[in-house]
């Protein structure tokens, strides 16, 4: 790497697991040094890269890889959060927000969700997603149809602005009649090592939530083509090199021995093997437990996400 370049690098396969795996050898053979906010001292400084990934298939099995930092009742209530706003009511109020770090409420200054389907801005609220499902309907081959998370006056005084900052969809004909429905997602800063898998299970549900909207306004057949991850700093933190380096005089194998030591189908799991962990985990994760859990969750969310728990338990439903 030239000194004082910031590597580009490119990952291109057919499935969410080869592309996580892939991509975490590639930042740790190729990246730069860079330090980072959340360095604790002693901690070395990040491997680090601008990463465009793209999943051929994003709903290809073995479609979840076993090397993450959530439990599988954890991601899939983070999949409802992103979504469906399962956690949008965690949010502090604006003048909360406005005092940036002066701020002694710990809640959360934002969702993903809320900024997607409820954008606030001159006293107006904006469903982004719906604006999208909308212009793609109408006109598939737009270049228009897009939502973005950033806001330039809540976002800059805080500490944890968000990561995610563009959604952009396209529709392509698929020879037959219907359309593909293809989408790009753009990041200011991702946790390769223990966030970037847990993102785009989430975000490739959305594309499929997408699609299904776009499908039922136009009565045509709308498949999921390539996605598209593009991050502007994909990175592994120093606090990490441990897990990913291993200990060989504690006889604990490297992260990427780890991989060469195990088939690809041990490293992975199916959606129909996940399915059951998604509706209850067995330790106080999942829908099941989230609706029992939750009290204060605003009623239409439920309703939602007890729809979500009605396709797991009755029909023939990728997760």
């Not at 396969?13 to 002693?42: C, F, L, M, N, Q």
Request: charged share 30%; net charge neutral.
């Amino acid at each position: 790497m030239e000194s004082g370049n910031i590597p580009v690098l490119s990952v291109n396969e057919d499935t969410i697991p080869r592309a996580y795996e892939k991509a975490i050898r590639e930042v740790w053979e190729k990246g730069a040094s860079i330090r980072t906010e959340y360095d604790h001292p002693g901690d070395p400084a990040s491997r680090d890269a601008t990463v465009i990934i793209i999943v051929r298939n994003p709903f290809g099995q073995p479609r979840f890889h076993r090397s993450f930092a959530d439990g599988l009742g954890g991601l899939a209530e983070y999949v409802m959060e992103v979504v469906h706003g399962a956690h949008d009511y965690w949010v502090k109020p604006l003048e909360e927000i406005l005092k940036g770090t002066k701020s002694k409420d710990t809640r959360w200054t934002y969702t993903y969700h809320g900024r997607l389907f409820e954008f606030r801005i001159e006293d107006k609220v904006v469903n982004q997603i719906g604006a999208m499902i909308d212009k793609l309907s109408k006109t598939g081959y737009t270049r228009r149809a897009q939502a973005i998370t950033w806001n330039p006056k809540l976002d800059p005084p805080t500490e944890d602005p968000p990561c995610l900052q563009r959604i952009w969809g396209r529709l392509c004909d698929d020879g037959e009649g219907g359309y593909i429905y293809n989408m790009n997602t753009h990041w200011r800063s991702r946790d390769l090592f223990k966030a970037w898998f847990e993102n785009v299970i989430a975000l490739t549900t959305l594309m499929r939530k997408i699609a299904e909207a776009i499908s039922q306004r136009t009565k045509k057949r709308v498949k999921l083509g390539r996605y598209v991850d593009i991050c502007d700093s994909l990175h592994i933190y120093g606090s990490y090199f441990r897990e990913i380096e291993g200990d060989a005089e504690k006889g604990i194998k490297s992260f990427f021995e780890t991989l060469e030591s195990r088939s690809f189908e041990e490293r992975t799991w199916n959606s129909d093997f996940i399915k059951p962990y998604f509706i209850n985990d067995g330790v106080g994760k999942g829908l099941r437990p989230m609706l029992e859990r939750e009290k204060d969750m605003p009623e239409k969310v439920r309703k939602a996400i007890a729809e979500e728990l009605r396709l797991m338990e009755e029909e023939d439903y990728l997760v």
